[in-house]
């Protein structure tokens, strides 16, 4: 199994980005794909989810209507666009699979994001 996130970088707080997982190593349309992130000092925290087939999608509160995460079966790869971002979005956003994961998820070793002005 591998994930490989990419697409982090710095932006000012109200920018946008848009994160990318490239997965490899078991059946991706398969399973749940979700992102994750873990700020400086603090626990790992669940950012959003996207079942296959139907394409369903959950949000933790903390960003919804603020980022969308969505997926390309075709391509393995799953995305996270985050818009009007806050210096509290500054974190290690992982992909990872499964649905609302927390640690025990299998996941990639994160894109950095940094949001500061």
């Known amino acids: 199994v591998q994930l490989v996130e990419s697409g982090g970088g710095l932006a000012q707080p109200g920018g946008s980005l848009r994160l990318s997982c490239a997965a490899s190593?078991?059946?991706?349309?398969?399973?749940?794909m979700s992102w994750v992130r873990q700020a400086p000092g603090k626990g790992l925290e669940w950012v959003a989810s996207?079942?296959?087939?139907?394409?369903?999608?959950y949000y933790a509160d903390s960003v919804k209507g603020r980022f969308f995460i969505s997926r390309d079966n075709a391509k393995n790869t799953v995305y996270l666009q985050m818009n009007s971002l806050k210096s509290e979005d500054t974190a290690l956003y992982y992909c990872?699979?499964?649905?609302?994961?927390?640690?025990?998820?299998?996941r990639g070793q994160g894109t950095q994001v940094t949001v500061s002005s």
């Open positions: 990872a699979i499964g649905n609302r994961c927390g640690a025990s998820c299998s």
């Open positions: 190593g078991f059946m991706f349309s398969s399973n749940w």
């Open positions: 996207i079942l296959s087939g139907v394409s369903s999608t």
